[in-house]
């Protein structure tokens, strides 16, 4: 059982999903899309859900890892993996402190999709879909549906848009050129990077267990949290 809000949970999720724990969400922060137990219906929910009276969900996870050449030389190609991590909602590589864009390149299962020069790149799972994802116009994608979303953070060219991909295959953005850059795993951990390195990002063998009261289901969740149908004030 996780008291907390959606940051809460995916932090704990990392943690557990080796492990194939089941995960009860209580939400006490704001949007509470992941942790979707109200604190006033603790009395009533959670009994239900420990008596087996559930709907159970499984999330596909992301896991990333950062490869630099060896010895630094962005020429080389031996590489070697300096930082993994695993994901729930997105991996982003983005600019750092700097005002300066970042110029990347992005392939999948080493087929070339495009360059960007932007403040960044998002890939989303669809659990992602409706977090940092959404907020920079990709689109929201159904947690049963095996596929990421690759979204251009503030891209310098108006035609990069938004790119729904397989989970089944990896992807690799390099970084052509950049004065500041890092990544992170769903905003929480980080990873500094340098021009030459190179992230993979592919789907984890672990999956999220997620736990909901009766009747509950994805289309619902969107309507009350995003909320749709509601009348112009």
């Not at 970042?102 to 890939?123: K, M, P, S």
């Not at 984890?204 to 112009?232: C, I, M, Q």
Request: aromatic fraction near 6%; charged fraction near 20%; hydrophobic fraction near 40%.
């Amino acid at each position: 059982v996780v008291l907390g809000g959606d940051g809460t949970m995916l932090a704990i999720a990392r943690q557990l999903a080796p492990f194939n724990i089941p995960l009860i969400g209580i939400n006490q922060g704001r949007l509470g899309f992941i942790t979707d137990i109200q604190h006033k219906d603790i009395a009533t929910a959670l009994p239900s859900i420990l008596t087996g009276q559930y709907e159970e969900e499984q999330r596909a996870m992301l896991e990333g890892a950062v490869l630099r050449p060896l010895g630094g030389s962005s020429g080389s190609d031996e590489l070697e993996v300096i930082y993994e991590g695993f994901a729930i909602n997105e991996v982003v590589v983005s600019r750092g402190a700097t005002a300066s864009m970042v110029e990347l390149r992005a392939e999948v299962d080493g087929q070339f999709v495009a360059n960007y020069r932007a403040d960044g790149l998002i890939v989303a799972s669809p659990t992602g879909s409706t977090a940092y994802s959404l907020s920079a116009g990709g689109p929201i994608i159904h947690p049963g549906l095996g596929g990421w979303v690759v979204v251009p953070i503030a891209s310098h060219t108006l035609s990069n848009r938004p790119i729904v991909v397989p989970d089944s295959g990896t992807i690799t953005i390099e970084i052509v050129a950049a004065r500041d850059a890092s990544m992170n795993f769903d905003m929480q951990s980080l990873a500094s990077l340098l021009p030459g390195d190179r992230v993979t990002v592919r789907r984890s063998a672990h999956r999220v267990r997620f736990l909901h009261p009766k009747g509950w289901n994805y289309y619902a969740t969107l309507r009350r949290k995003l909320r749709w149908n509601e009348g112009v004030a």
